[in-house]
């Protein structure tokens, strides 16, 4: 089966210079895991997921609590929108945030590929671009859903037509 029977077809997306609290909003509300950064012209420039955001949380709290005396220069474990310091993330976007080295898809490619990529980076979601513009998002829920539609979608001796 091809990425694009699999994929969700124009995904949601947010811009480099979101804010991370509307990020996070967003992957709430549409309960994902990741969003896809985009520029004005809907080329890919990064992805930020839910992990980023986490990651980044708990390295202001290990932070902040390591340096106690610092407890009452910063009020929240998210620091604010001009605290300097790169770890805290509550004043920042998601360009600053986002991971830039991507793994994508082309919609052509098989599900095999995606499953790969999935096992071999530890990730939950893969982009599907055409020409550099986001076309598209498959995740391992995706997959799964194929598996539980069509058992036979994973047959890797199954000849697609």
């Keep these: 089966m091809r990425i694009q029977d699999l994929m ?35 080329v890919l420039v990064g992805i930020i997921t839910s992990g980023d955001l986490t990651h980044r949380m708990a390295d202001a709290r290990v932070e ?18 001009s605290s300097d310091d790169p770890n805290r993330i509550g004043g920042r976007t998601a360009g600053e945030v986002m991971t830039r080295q991507l793994l994508t898809l082309q919609p052509e490619d098989d599900m095999s590929v995606a ?40 047959n890797p001796f199954r000849a697609d037509t």
Excluded: M
């Design 8 to 42: 969700t077809p124009d995904p949601l997306g947010v811009r480099p210079d979101t804010p991370i609290q509307r990020v996070a909003r967003l992957l709430v509300k549409h309960r994902v895991n990741s969003l896809p950064v985009v520029d004005e012209g809907d």
């Design 64 to 81: 902040t609590r390591t340096a106690w005396w610092k407890e009452s220069l910063y009020r929240s474990p998210l620091g604010d929108a």
């Design 115 to 154: 499953a790969r990529l999935f096992i071999n980076h530890g990730i939950q979601a893969l982009p599907v671009v055409v020409e550099g513009r986001l076309v598209g998002i498959v995740s391992r829920f995706d997959l799964l859903k194929c598996l539980a539609d069509d058992p036979g979608c994973c």
